[in-house]
């Protein structure tokens, strides 16, 4: 990201530069055609960055830490240069020591080195934690290649699925979601495919990530649905609409990807902010130029709150999410330590029901300007599944 007083931390660790590579990798990651530059991004009143003993919440019947760890950035960033392996595999044990348990990954990430990476990196501690993946995009299984379009065809899945366990090193997926729904595919086929795949013991739960409402009902009724993920944050709120009532409705937990806001959140784009080229942020028209200024009010609302609760405009983002429902796990990402840290610091943050009132009340008056995602992204999501014949 450029910014036009050109300003770097001279600590190397400035959240401008460490959240490049999340949005980045988000964008690659639901475009199917993008080049490889693209393919790479209960709580107790606590200190910023203490030593975690993570609460734990529960998606569905799955029991999994309070905040999870994305890590879709960390074989690729955002300059196309590749993070160190060892600090990646440093990160992901750190976050087990401090008391996370719930990584989540995707074949679509990398293609398929992200997987590898999670796989060496939780070994020692395997059967500790949590694993969630992802299946649904149209790659190549022998060379990691982002073939046009979406394939969830049954037979492709239960291949996907042996190519995940090879690099995850392991014999089971504790989640699994399909990653966009497939508008060739009854939902019903690849519950279907699921299904026979828990049968023989390698998948344990299963989910949808950024489905149409009638998909997730038809699918739960099919193979019962552990949990949701979509895009969710104090930027996009759109899952209140229906989503999350429906998952509430149902018992099926919520997972929050971009749950700050690719960066908005943390204070790290202000007025003045440009974006590099490629960085799918300069095509999201909610970080135009026209819009950054109304759209800093949010900002300066949690820059005002993060000093009355001293705690960082990050954790006070995350706390909010955690304090929607009991049911719903933020996953942010990072390849910086300090950020890992603080974030899983989000744990630690509480919220009085007449500090969550009086914040809510002062977000209302907030309104946010743009578009959540390109339209090139956004034709994935909210897809209803063909009925089956």
Same mark, same amino acid.
């Given at each position: 990201?450029?910014?036009?007083?050109?300003?770097?931390?001279?600590?190397?660790?400035?959240?401008?530069?460490?959240?490049?590579?999340?949005?980045?990798?988000?964008?690659? *990651?639901? #475009?199917? =055609?993008?080049?490889? +530059?693209?393919?790479?991004?209960?709580?107790?009143?606590?200190?910023?960055?203490?030593?975690?003993? #993570?609460?734990?919440?529960?998606?569905?019947?799955?029991?999994?830490?309070?905040?999870?760890? $994305?890590?879709?950035?960390?074989?690729?960033?955002?300059?196309?240069?590749?993070?160190?392996?060892?600090?990646?595999?440093?990160?992901?044990?750190?976050?087990?020591?401090?008391?996370?348990?719930?990584?989540?990954?995707?074949?679509?990430? /990398?293609?398929?080195?992200?997987?590898?990476?999670?796989?060496?990196?939780? *070994?020692?501690?395997?059967?500790?934690?949590?694993? +969630?993946?992802?299946?649904?995009?149209?790659?190549?299984?022998?060379? /990691?290649?982002?073939?046009?379009?979406? =394939?969830?065809?049954?037979?492709?899945?239960?291949?996907?699925?042996?190519?995940? %366990?090879?690099?995850?090193?392991?014999?089971?997926?504790?989640?699994?979601?399909?990653?966009?729904?497939?508008?060739?595919?009854?939902?019903?086929?690849?519950?279907?495919?699921?299904?026979?795949?828990?049968?023989?013991?390698?998948?344990?739960?299963?989910?949808?990530? !950024?489905?149409?409402?009638?998909?997730?009902?038809?699918?739960?009724?099919?193979?019962?649905?552990?949990?949701?993920?979509?895009?969710?944050?104090? %930027?996009?709120?759109?899952?209140?609409?229906? @989503?999350?009532? %429906?998952? !509430?409705? #149902?018992?099926?937990?919520?997972?929050?990807?971009?749950?700050?806001?690719?960066?908005?959140?943390? $204070?790290?784009?202000?007025?003045?902010?440009?974006?590099?080229?490629?960085?799918?942020?300069?095509? !999201?028209?909610?970080?135009?130029?026209?819009?950054?200024?109304?759209?800093?009010?949010?900002?300066?609302?949690?820059?005002?709150?993060?000093?009355?609760?001293?705690?960082?405009?990050?954790?006070?983002?995350?706390?909010?999410?955690? *304090?929607?429902?009991?049911?719903?796990?933020?996953?942010?990402?990072?390849?910086?330590?300090?950020?890992?840290?603080?974030? @899983?610091?989000?744990?630690?943050?509480?919220?009085?029901?007449?500090?969550? &009132?009086?914040?809510?009340?002062?977000?209302?008056?907030?309104? @946010?300007? $743009?578009?959540?995602?390109?339209?090139?992204?956004?034709?994935?999501?909210?897809?209803?599944?063909?009925?089956? &014949?």
């Amino acid at each position: 990201m450029n910014n036009e007083t050109n300003k770097k931390s001279t600590d190397g660790l400035n959240r401008r530069d460490a959240l490049k590579t999340s949005v980045l990798i988000a964008g690659a *990651a639901l #475009l199917p =055609n993008v080049s490889n +530059a693209f393919s790479v991004s209960s709580h107790i009143e606590g200190d910023k960055n203490t030593k975690n003993d #993570l609460a734990r919440r529960k998606l569905g019947k799955l029991d999994v830490s309070s905040v999870g760890l $994305g890590v879709q950035n960390i074989s690729r960033t955002y300059q196309t240069t590749i993070p160190t392996r060892s600090e990646m595999h440093k990160i992901i044990r750190t976050a087990f020591e401090n008391g996370l348990t719930f990584y989540d990954a995707a074949e679509a990430y /990398g293609p398929h080195e992200v997987e590898r990476i999670l796989g060496e990196g939780v *070994a020692p501690f395997r059967d500790k934690i949590i694993i +969630a993946t992802k299946f649904g995009w149209n790659i190549d299984q022998e060379t /990691g290649k982002r073939n046009p379009g979406l =394939n969830s065809q049954p037979e492709h899945i239960k291949v996907v699925v042996e190519g995940m %366990l090879k690099r995850l090193r392991t014999d089971r997926i504790d989640l699994l979601y399909q990653h966009r729904v497939d508008p060739a595919v009854p939902i019903e086929d690849v519950a279907g495919a699921v299904k026979e795949l828990m049968k023989q013991g390698k998948v344990l739960n299963w989910g949808l990530s !950024e489905p149409g409402i009638e998909t997730v009902r038809r699918a739960h009724k099919e193979l019962p649905l552990t949990a949701i993920q979509n895009e969710y944050s104090l %930027l996009w709120r759109g899952p209140e609409k229906a @989503i999350i009532p %429906l998952c !509430e409705e #149902l018992g099926i937990g919520f997972v929050c990807w971009s749950p700050l806001g690719v960066g908005f959140l943390t $204070g790290a784009i202000d007025t003045n902010t440009r974006f590099a080229q490629g960085d799918i942020r300069s095509i !999201e028209s909610r970080f135009a130029p026209e819009n950054l200024s109304s759209n800093s009010a949010l900002v300066a609302l949690l820059k005002k709150w993060s000093v009355q609760k001293n705690v960082t405009a990050a954790q006070l983002s995350l706390a909010w999410l955690m *304090a929607q429902k009991p049911w719903i796990v933020p996953i942010p990402g990072t390849t910086q330590m300090p950020h890992m840290m603080e974030n @899983i610091g989000a744990d630690k943050i509480q919220f009085s029901t007449d500090e969550l &009132k009086q914040f809510n009340t002062e977000l209302a008056k907030i309104e @946010i300007y $743009g578009a959540r995602l390109p339209d090139a992204v956004q034709v994935f999501s909210d897809v209803e599944a063909p009925v089956k &014949k």
